[in-house]
């Protein structure tokens, strides 16, 4: 450590100035490592979404509309369902041939949990063709 000067016969009092030159040669080092090791902990995933402006879907002949209101009650081809007929229609729907494609309008306030026990119900009958229907984003 540098207490005092090289040569003591000079110099006869401690030195008060701290040498700060190790220490910004061990932090340009650090911050080389960080630098170069940063992008190898990021884990996202690169995903190219599609935009929202797209053409309409011409509806197709075997195809189901069901729609979830806010409140959460399910509707087959725009007729309220109680709680029993849902399990009901979904098999009679997965016997069709060919199977039919079901088009999930759902409300923007709606549960989560509702669109996922409909999705768990549709896919435990073996429909297997689902279609999420929304509006096409307001251009300004």
Aim: hydrophobic share 50%; proline share 6%.
């Amino acid at each position: 450590m540098a207490f005092g000067a090289f040569n003591h016969h000079r110099q006869k009092e401690a030195m008060a100035d701290i040498n700060v030159t190790p220490m910004v040669d061990v932090m340009l080092v650090l911050l080389v490592i960080f630098i170069i090791s940063a992008p190898m902990f990021t884990n996202a995933v690169r995903l190219d979404l599609p935009k929202a402006q797209a053409a309409a879907a011409p509806q197709q002949q075997d195809s189901i509309a069901i729609a979830i209101d806010a409140a959460g009650t399910i509707y087959w081809n725009n007729s309220p369902l109680q709680a029993g007929e849902l399990d009901e229609r979904l098999a009679a729907a997965a016997q069709r041939e060919p199977q039919p494609e079901l088009q999930l309008r759902a409300d923007r306030d709606t549960r989560y949990e509702v669109v996922a026990q409909l999705m768990a119900a549709a896919q435990g009958r073996g429909l297997n063709r689902l279609v999420f229907v929304t509006d096409p984003k307001e251009s300004k």
